[in-house]
């Protein structure tokens, strides 16, 4: 089991930066991949960056390749998702999402964090 709490959402100018944090509950953190997706309105939940366990390889979707960066620090328990050069079109509320799989991970993760809410004004 792990449970998983997000942070550093908010209000940003188009341009800005912003880093996610995602804090993990439980002793094996460090076994899981670890995954971020977002949700907006009116669509559908769509998968955004994923990285194995051991931080070794990342993922990510084609339209936030060289803007967003995945990192984790096992010491801490924690993933982050940095966003830079942010766009309206990535407005929408940000989950973090963990399963053992690293393919898994990135469709249909065993578990999910509350979210947090990412608007970018243009």
């Known amino acids: 089991q792990v449970q998983l709490v997000e942070s550093g959402g908010g209000l940003v100018q188009a341009g800005g930066s912003l880093r996610l944090s995602c804090a993990a509950s439980?002793?094996?953190?460090?076994?899981?991949?670890m995954g971020w997706f977002r949700q907006a309105p009116g669509k559908e939940r769509e998968f955004i960056a994923a990285i194995t366990w051991s931080g070794s390889k990342t993922y990510y979707r084609h339209s936030v390749k060289g803007r967003f960066s995945i990192s984790r620090d096992n010491a801490k328990n924690t993933v982050y998702l940095q966003m830079d050069s942010l766009k309206p079109e990535d407005t929408a509320v940000y989950y973090c999402?963990?399963?053992?799989?690293?393919?898994?991970?990135?469709?249909?993760?065993?578990?999910w964090g509350q979210g947090t809410q990412v608007t970018v004004s243009s």
């Open positions: 439980g002793r094996t953190f460090s076994s899981y991949a």
């Open positions: 999402a963990a399963d053992s799989n690293i393919i898994v991970v990135t469709t249909t993760p065993g578990y």
